[in-house]
């Protein structure tokens, strides 16, 4: 069974850090193109950042370039989303998701987590 989980999410103050996590289980993602999602309420989902398994060829919305890191740790078959400076814009559930090719349209995309929250407030 695939999974992917995510964690990390929390009540943070803006400036602020946090890092997400999302553990894969029940396939090999080593072809796979991990993205980070987020949707605040009443908007759509929107990519964040996304990477291929291996490391490479990383990418980044514009609102989130300069401040949010995407990585992978292989031998703990994570990806990263580091998030510094962080805004209430930020304010959002956050989900990891698997796609086939490097993609930024959800709809592309084959796995998802069940999401974690981040709120980003004064």
């Known amino acids: 069974q695939v999974q992917l989980v995510e964690s990390g999410g929390g009540l943070v103050q803006p400036g602020d850090s946090l890092r997400l996590s999302c553990v894969a289980s029940g396939r090999t993602f080593s072809s796979y193109f991990m993205g980070w999602f987020r949707q605040a309420p009443g908007k759509e989902r929107e990519f964040v950042a996304g990477?291929?398994?291996?490391?490479?060829?990383?990418r980044y919305a514009g609102s989130v370039k300069g401040r949010f890191t995407i990585s992978t740790d292989n031998a703990k078959n994570t990806v990263y989303l580091q998030m510094n400076s962080l805004k209430p814009e930020d304010t959002a559930v956050y989900y990891c998701a698997a796609a086939k090719n490097i993609v930024t349209m959800a709809t592309m995309y084959d796995y998802w987590g069940q999401g974690t929250q981040v709120i980003v407030s004064s």
């Open positions: 990477i291929w398994w291996s490391g490479d060829s990383t």
